[in-house]
Structure formats: structure tokens, C-alpha cells
């Protein structure tokens, strides 16, 4: 199975904070990478597909980026809505592991 | 855009088996994957596996081959994952999410469940 590892696990920020979140896949994944954002007590929500496509209706400050085994997920400027945790997934290969997720806390 | 409605909570005792419903409501049923995920009490997210709800082909994690079957009833829009032997291990919400392409398998998925509570005592 691919691993996913997601650093940091946990962040605190500002609000107006450009804050940058990692994912590194075990082994090379080309660019079939998601991003989701899941609140408590909420279903995820696809924010980030293959990379680096935005979602419909998902923020302009949120943007992915990466290639082979290492990825970002970036917000330009945390908004009091984006406190949440972030979970990358492969979608390379079965099983389409998840990362072990990074909560964004407020400073 | 589509909506998924999911079976209500489920109280099980170790060993017994559990089948979670999830039915599809405004979009075409058959043109879209369907994924399971799960997830322990505090815990990431789990992928199960992935039903072709045109044909039934599946896709699952070999963590679950052996007990795990995902169906579907084209008739109703409806998949089922049957989950057979649980044990304390199963304690999990339950989420059917779809495909976000009816093209590309790998684009990620876009609209879920609510999710379905399984309890194991």
C-alpha cells in the first residue's frame, strides 16, 4: 500500500495567515492527489483533485501543487471558516490511502 | 449536482454482519463510481473500496476482501456495502461518496453520504 504522510499533524494560525500544509506519498504517485477539508461532525468536502485543479465552488485561496511524492495544499489567507482539518489522498493506486490528517487551529 | 441519503444507525454485536444503503437522488446513477470510506471515533478517514453501480464491478482494499460486498439496485439508485464479522475494530461511521468524474476515476470524490453510524457491543 501507498503511505501518505501529512505534516504537520496540527498548526495554529491567524486569521490572514498564509499557512502551507505537506504530503509526501511513499512512492511516486504522478499527480493523482486530492485534498479534502472535513469539519467536526461534517462529511469531507473535495477541495483539491489531481493535484492542482481547484474544485467548483471551492475558495480561490486554496490551491494544491506538487508532482511525484511531494505535495502542498495551500491557503493565500486563513479565513475563520477554513479552521478544519485537511486530509490528502492518493487515487493512484488500491487501496487510495489517506494521510493522516492536519487540523488548523486558531492562534 | 446530486444528493446521497444514507440507512440510519446500526447497533451490532460482535461476529454479525451490518448493510448500509445509500441512495443516489439527482444525478444519472449509473455514470458515476461509488467510494466507501470510513472513520473510527477521532480518527482519519478509511477508503473501503469502489462500486461501478453500471454492471457492479468493484474495487475493493484487500483489508476488506473476504468481508466486505458493495452492490447495486440500478432499479432504485441504491448501493449497499455489506460488512460481515465485526468486531470492535468496525466502530465507524459509514460514508458513500461519489466519484466527482464520470470520466476519471481518480478525480476524487465530491458529494457524500451524511454518513451511518455502526456500533459494536
Known amino acids: 500500500d501507498i503511505q501518505m504522510t501529512q505534516s504537520p499533524s496540527s498548526l495554529s494560525a491567524s486569521v490572514g495567515d498564509r499557512v502551507t500544509i505537506t504530503c509526501r506519498a511513499s512512492q511516486t504517485i504522478g499527480t493523482y492527489l486530492n485534498w479534502y477539508q472535513q469539519k467536526p461532525g461534517k462529511a469531507p468536502n473535495l477541495l483539491i483533485y489531481v493535484a492542482s485543479s481547484l474544485q467548483s465552488g471551492v475558495p480561490s485561496r486554496f490551491s494544491g501543487n506538487g508532482y511525484g511524492t511531494d505535495f502542498t495544499l495551500t491557503i493565500s489567507s486563513l479565513q475563520p471558516e477554513d479552521f478544519a482539518t485537511y486530509y490528502c489522498q492518493q487515487s493512484y493506486s488500491n487501496p487510495y490511502t489517506f494521510g493522516r490528517g492536519t487540523k488548523v487551529e486558531i492562534k | 449536482q446530486g444528493q446521497l441519503v444514507q440507512s440510519g444507525a446500526e447497533m451490532k454485536k460482535p461476529g454479525a454482519s451490518v448493510k448500509v444503503s445509500c441512495k443516489a437522488f439527482?444525478?444519472?446513477?449509473?455514470?458515476?463510481?461509488m467510494h466507501w470510506v470510513r472513520q473510527a471515533p477521532g480518527q482519519g478517514l478509511e477508503w473501503m473500496g469502489m462500486i461501478n453501480p453500471s454492471g457492479g464491478f468493484t474495487s475493493l482494499a484487500q483489508k476488506f476482501q473476504g468481508r466486505v460486498t458493495m452492490t447495486s439496485d440500478t432499479s432504485t439508485s441504491t448501493v449497499y456495502m455489506h460488512l460481515s464479522s465485526l468486531t470492535s475494530e468496525d466502530m465507524a461511521i459509514y460514508y458513500c461518496?461519489?466519484?466527482?468524474?464520470?470520466?476519471?476515476?481518480?478525480?476524487?470524490?465530491?458529494?457524500w453520504g451524511q454518513g451511518t453510524t455502526v456500533t459494536v457491543s
Open positions: 439527482g444525478y444519472t446513477f449509473t455514470s458515476y463510481y
Open positions: 461518496a461519489r466519484a466527482s468524474s464520470s470520466l476519471y476515476y481518480y478525480y476524487g470524490v465530491d458529494v
